[in-house]
């Protein structure tokens, strides 16, 4: 297993983006959290209906844009006519849904690190992982340190790993599973994804001694990080990582 220890993790990453300041998953919202100062941003990865990875959260599209139906069902072509910033607020009216890409170009040309969450919808777990972490090894420079890789689809990382065996893995998980040290092992994470809410000071502890680093989802108050934090808790992943920020060691 890789050592978590050589594996650089800032203390705050920004959820979405920064997903309470600025519309989710979309470019200002990558711009506002590099503008916070923010090191490491997470992000979901998709598929088209033709295949293109990009960066979404939903199995569906009108939550997050002016768009209905099924994501899996749009094309790139169908998707960028879409308005993915107006939902959110008016201010934000024109923001697109951006392709890997265009996101991966942003943060590599800012210095903001990637943590990806392969999201696939349901039965796409390899070809999601796939294409979409071909992709990135294309758009990432090999001179920055590479992204972090999470799901919660085991499937998914298995498949990331035959195309990208270097970069470093996370599984998400929400409640801690039985077989957690056994996954560690089998899919040679380095970083357990847990919620924030189903962690204890004991099983930070457990998790760390097998030898991964433990970040916490989704934490917006500042008190709630400092406690995580002194439990050994490696990052928080934040919708405000500015206010967790201001907080951070
Ligand atoms: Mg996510």
New binding site residues.
């Given amino acids: 297993m890789s050592s978590a220890a050589t594996f650089g993790l800032p203390r705050v990453i920004g ?2 983006g920064a997903a309470i300041v600025a519309p989710e998953n979309t470019l200002a919202a990558f711009r506002v959290a590099a503008a916070m100062g923010v090191a490491m941003v ?3 990865v998709k598929l088209t209906a033709d295949g293109r990875p990009v960066v979404f ?1 939903d199995d569906t599209l009108f939550r997050t844009t002016n768009g209905h139906g099924r994501l899996r069902d749009a094309t790139l072509e169908e998707l960028e006519r879409l308005d993915a910033g107006s939902w959110f607020e008016p201010a934000f009216t024109g923001e697109r849904v951006p392709t890997l890409e265009v996101v991966l170009s942003f943060l590599a040309s800012v210095g903001v690190g990637a943590v990806i ?1 392969l ?1 696939p919808c349901p039965e796409t777990d390899e070809r999601t992982a796939q294409i979409a972490v071909a992709a990135a090894l294309e758009y990432w420079p090999s001179d920055q340190p590479p992204p972090l890789l999470s799901s919660f689809s085991r499937r998914a990382l298995r498949a990331a790993r035959a195309v990208a065996p270097a970069w470093p893995q996370g599984l998400i998980v929400d409640r801690l599973p039985e077989d957690w040290h056994e996954a560690a092992a089998a899919l040679q994470i380095v970083t357990l994804h847990c919620q924030e809410r189903h962690l204890s000071p004991v099983a930070v502890a457990e998790i760390k001694r097998a030898g991964l680093a433990v970040l916490a989802w989704t934490v917006n108050d500042p008190q709630r990080a400092r406690t995580l934090w002194k439990w050994g808790v490696e990052a928080v992943i934040s919708d405000v990582p500015d206010e967790i920020l201001a907080e951070a060691p």
């Fill in positions: 959820h979405r997470e992000f979901d959260h969450e999201k």
